[in-house]
């Protein structure tokens, strides 16, 4: 989450007296900062708005005049704002929902169903900013010229020797762990997965998962979804606990910071 978020919030309704109730019901949200870019009165005014202020929600009524509240869709195809559709009409609240709204909101509105409905939506706006965020992050690391250390690697019958740019991730294998690297090589080492997070460079690897240690400068992508996961330059899926996911933009972040 950004320090000192103030959401950008706009209101598009045909009636005057509706956008002030959102308006004042929104003044009840403490916990929340805000501010209302601007209000407008049918949808092409609304779509105005929307490209001249780009608001993170839009509170955007669905029966007006002139051209109905899902026809945003028509100038927005993938919009990166989020929208919180408000309908006195049951039926367009599933049709809304239909459209991938983030929410819809019964008239009249209930202050308890706004304050649930804008704790979802602002916990979406989090997600989205912090994946903008790890996209960053991983453009950076891509232009970066990784420089390894030569390890020596405890295996049955012997050791190799293995630099730490050419590890792409590890993981857990019984009381052992498998290197793999990038050109798919797998090595079963003797040594736990706690063990070789103490050898391995602390600047290039990062515990996703009890069972997996990846190399930061392989990363693609982070999806943050159910199951969370990365995933690394070579395709490989690497999963990312719950408690990880929350946390892994900032970890990473502060480790190149370092």
Do not use: C
């Not at 609240?93 to 169903?113: G, R």
């Not at 994946?131 to 049955?156: H, M, Q, S």
């Amino acid at each position: 989450m950004k320090l000192n978020t103030i959401y950008r919030i706009a209101v598009i309704d045909d009636e005057d007296d509706a956008i002030e109730v959102v308006v004042k019901l929104l003044e009840n949200f403490s916990s929340i900062s805000f501010k209302i870019v601007g209000t407008a009165n049918n949808l092409d005014q609304g779509v105005e708005l929307i490209k001249k202020t780009r608001p993170d929600l839009i509170f955007l009524d669905i029966e007006m005049p002139g051209r109905n509240g899902l026809a945003i869709y028509d100038y927005f195809e993938e919009p990166e704002f989020k929208i919180i559709f408000m309908t006195a009409y049951q039926q367009y609240a599933i049709e809304a929902l239909k459209k991938s709204a983030t929410d819809y909101l019964l008239k009249p509105l209930n202050i308890i169903e706004l304050k649930e409905s804008l704790q979802k939506v602002v916990k979406q706006i989090e997600q989205k900013w912090q994946l903008e965020e790890f996209k960053d992050k991983i453009d950076y690391l891509n232009r970066l010229d990784i420089e390894g250390k030569n390890i020596l690697l405890e295996v049955e019958g012997g050791f190799i020797m293995e630099n730490t740019s050419n590890i792409e991730y590890v993981y857990a294998h019984q009381s052992y762990s498998t290197i793999v690297t990038h050109s798919k090589k797998e090595v079963l080492v003797t040594k736990s997965l706690k063990q070789l997070q103490e050898l391995l460079p602390k600047n290039q690897f990062y515990r996703t998962h009890k069972s997996y240690l990846i190399n930061i400068y392989f990363i693609k992508k982070f999806i943050r979804i159910n199951d969370s996961y990365v995933i690394l330059k070579s395709g490989a899926k690497i999963p990312v606990s719950v408690r990880i996911s929350a946390l892994i933009t900032r970890e990473i972040k502060a480790i190149l910071s370092a």
